[in-house]
């Protein structure tokens, strides 16, 4: 068996020692003769599981019991839709930041039930940019301000808070659990996690309590946050093998030393990988230095008749998944916390070769 190097954006790579466990684990969990795929939830074998899934997150996140922590369905995209229906309350408004496609996606979303005010657009840089604070202009009557911290597409990264009077919320889908965040200033944290916490199926919602109960009275009774608040996300059946292995990576994570020793291995990937390229006139990024994103590398090749060659060759190499989103071209790596170093060494060594057998 071999194992490739893959640089998906989501559904992304998973550590190989989870993926093992769960491979070992799969027809008879933990000496009870059935795969967790077949056991009811609301089992005490996967209440135990979601449990310490939740206690684990916790833990890695700082969580304090101020919050709710849900494990809903639907992917970060339904989010788009439960965050103006969960806080919009009688305000009717919503502060939402653009920097790029994730940002535009949710906008577009909550402005079927909200007053969207824009409060700031970096789409004049072709979102290579973060607008800086000073110049949001924010509603005074917003219930909330929206943002994404990270762009999985345009790779770019917020590494500052927005600070506000109004609840902050923030699709962290592609960027939670790549390094520590301070979860107390946010009013709802969302993420699908097919990027950086698991298998697609599962989504994960992390609510300030104070902010439940204001849900629009339209709201479907799965999109209303209280519902699984009151149910400990099993109101209906939950993804139960998405939670299952969302718990491992939980484990695998505490056992590399929790986000700050990923943190330091996700930045010295990234600056590996941004070095190499600001290095090679060959290779490119667009976007501002300090807005560079950690998990997500789009580069462009100076000259894109070659990006069909790049793509196949790397492929031949064990290197997968390098193309760029449809919406810029070029090529993206994304590097998220599952994606070794030595993929990361891998992927370089051979944009150099690439670059020597064109010149
Ligand atoms: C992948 C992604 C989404 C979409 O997630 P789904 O779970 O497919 O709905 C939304 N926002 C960001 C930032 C993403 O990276």
């Given at each position: 068996?071999?194992?490739?190097?893959?640089?998906?954006?989501?559904?992304?790579?998973?550590?190989?020692?989870?993926?093992?466990?769960?491979?070992?684990?799969?027809?008879?969990?933990?000496?009870?003769?059935?795969?967790?795929?077949?056991?009811?939830?609301?089992?005490?074998?996967?209440?135990?599981?979601?449990?310490?899934?939740?206690?684990?997150?916790?833990?890695?996140?700082?969580?304090?019991?101020?919050?709710?922590?849900?494990?809903l369905?639907g992917?970060?995209?339904t989010?788009?839709s439960a965050?103006?229906l969960n806080?919009?309350?009688?305000?009717?408004?919503?502060?939402?930041?653009?920097?790029?496609?994730?940002?535009?996606?949710?906008?577009?979303?909550?402005?079927?039930?909200?007053?969207?005010?824009?409060?700031?657009?970096?789409?004049?840089?072709?979102?290579?940019?973060?607008?800086?604070?000073?110049?949001?202009?924010?509603?005074?009557?917003?219930?909330?301000?929206?943002?994404?911290?990270?762009?999985?597409?345009?790779?770019?990264?917020?590494?500052?808070?927005?600070?506000?009077?109004?609840?902050?919320?923030?699709?962290?889908?592609?960027?939670?659990?790549?390094?520590?965040?301070?979860?107390?200033?946010?009013?709802?944290?969302?993420?699908?996690?097919?990027?950086?916490?698991?298998?697609?199926?599962?989504?994960?919602?992390?609510?300030?309590?104070?902010?439940?109960?204001?849900a629009q009275s339209v709201t479907p009774t799965m999109l209303n946050y209280?519902t699984a608040?009151?149910?400990?996300?099993?109101y209906n059946?939950?993804?139960?093998?998405?939670?299952?292995?969302?718990?491992?990576?939980?484990?695998?994570?505490?056992?590399?030393?929790?986000?700050?020793?990923?943190?330091?291995?996700?930045?010295?990937?990234?600056?590996?990988?941004?070095?190499?390229?600001?290095?090679?006139?060959?290779?490119?990024?667009?976007?501002?230095?300090?807005?560079?994103?950690?998990?997500?590398?789009?580069?462009?090749?100076?000259?894109?008749?070659?990006?069909?060659?790049?793509?196949?060759?790397?492929?031949?190499?064990?290197?997968?998944?390098?193309?760029?989103?449809?919406?810029?071209?070029?090529?993206?790596?994304?590097?998220?916390?599952?994606?070794?170093?030595?993929?990361?060494?891998?992927?370089?060594?051979?944009?150099?070769?690439?670059?020597?057998?064109?010149?």
């Amino acid at each position: 068996m071999t194992r490739v190097h893959n640089f998906c954006a989501g559904p992304a790579a998973l550590p190989e020692a989870v993926l093992r466990q769960a491979q070992e684990e799969m027809l008879d969990w933990q000496g009870c003769g059935l795969s967790i795929m077949e056991m009811s939830h609301r089992s005490k074998e996967i209440v135990s599981i979601a449990e310490k899934a939740e206690s684990d997150l916790r833990e890695l996140l700082n969580i304090s019991d101020d919050y709710a922590v849900l494990f809903l369905q639907g992917g970060a995209s339904t989010q788009f839709s439960a965050v103006p229906l969960n806080l919009l309350g009688d305000k009717g408004a919503a502060d939402y930041v653009n920097t790029g496609q994730w940002s535009k996606k949710a906008i577009k979303e909550a402005s079927r039930y909200a007053d969207v005010n824009v409060a700031a657009s970096s789409e004049d840089t072709n979102f290579s940019t973060i607008p800086p604070f000073e110049q949001w202009k924010l509603n005074p009557q917003a219930a909330y301000l929206h943002y994404t911290p990270n762009e999985t597409i345009g790779g770019v990264e917020f590494f500052w808070t927005p600070q506000v009077d109004v609840p902050l919320v923030t699709d962290m889908s592609s960027t939670i659990l790549s390094r520590p965040i301070e979860v107390e200033k946010y009013g709802v944290i969302y993420a699908g996690a097919q990027k950086n916490i698991g298998p697609a199926g599962l989504t994960i919602v992390i609510v300030r309590k104070d902010l439940l109960g204001q849900a629009q009275s339209v709201t479907p009774t799965m999109l209303n946050y209280q519902t699984a608040a009151d149910n400990d996300s099993m109101y209906n059946t939950p993804p139960t093998y998405a939670l299952y292995l969302a718990g491992l990576v939980f484990q695998w994570l505490k056992a590399q030393g929790g986000l700050s020793a990923m943190e330091v291995i996700n930045r010295r990937k990234a600056e590996k990988l941004y070095g190499y390229i600001d290095n090679s006139d060959f290779y490119a990024n667009p976007v501002e230095i300090q807005s560079r994103s950690l998990m997500n590398v789009p580069f462009t090749l100076a000259d894109d008749s070659l990006d069909k060659a790049f793509l196949q060759q790397s492929e031949e190499a064990g290197l997968l998944n390098l193309k760029g989103h449809r919406s810029v071209g070029g090529m993206r790596a994304s590097i998220y916390n599952a994606v070794s170093e030595q993929a990361v060494d891998d992927l370089i060594a051979f944009m150099a070769n690439f670059k020597k057998t064109q010149s």
